[in-house]
């Protein structure tokens, strides 16, 4: 089998929530000695962009990206251990990460949280229906570099908007990255955030961007 072959493999088992294929593809991907953040990146993540795009477009319901969602996962705890450490490298910075009070889904913001991992993030992920202050106490507990927040509900985003003054309010020297369903480039420029991730891939890119800075 090609390394285009388990790619797609991969892809397509994501798009489809196939568990059982997408561990199968992780499975090979070793097999053959492929890099597994390629196979995450270009396999699983293409898929999954793919699901967020049928889910936006309204082509499917929140269940099927659920499913999605937990069978990228399950790939991805497969392909993690057998990272090489020369693409690990150096840690990158430190990212505290969660879903905004009020907001009980966080399948979008533990895939961020997966990928910022694989490509050396230490990262400090809150969960879901996190207060303001959890995000503040915990930036400062881990001197955190960026702090990142999701909501998939517009009713929430006022949560990320008061996290945002909470975050000036206390002083903090700490970048701010926005993300989820509910946000665009419009409301990061609103809040003040220092920038907006549409998918995982584009997060993992910003935050890296954000670091440099």
Known sequence: ??????????????????????????KKAIA??????????????????KVGDLF????????????????????????????????RGEKVGTVVIGTVEGDIHDIGKGIVAT?????????HDLGRDVPVQAF????????????????????????????QEAIQAAGLKVKTMVGGAATN???ADKIGANAYGENATEAVQKAKELVQQ
């Open 115 to 123: 990928m910022l991992r694989v490509y050396g993030f230490e990262v």
């Open 185 to 187: 480039q419009q409301w």
């Open 56 to 87: 936006n477009n309204e082509e499917i319901s929140l269940p099927f990206v659920i499913v999605a969602a937990d069978a990228m996962t399950k790939a991805i705890a497969i392909l993690e251990p057998h990272i090489p450490p020369e693409h």
């Open 1 to 26: 089998m090609s390394k285009e072959d388990i790619l797609r493999m991969a892809m397509n088992a994501v798009i489809e929530g196939d568990e059982d294929t997408a561990v199968a593809a992780a």
């Open 136 to 163: 503040i106490d915990k930036a400062k507990e881990v001197n955190a570099d960026i702090i990142g927040s999701s909501t998939l509900m517009t009713t929430t985003l006022p949560g990320q908007k008061a996290l």
């Open 32 to 49: 053959e000695g492929l890099n597994p953040v390629e196979v995450i990146t270009e396999g699983l993540s293409a898929g999954m962009t």
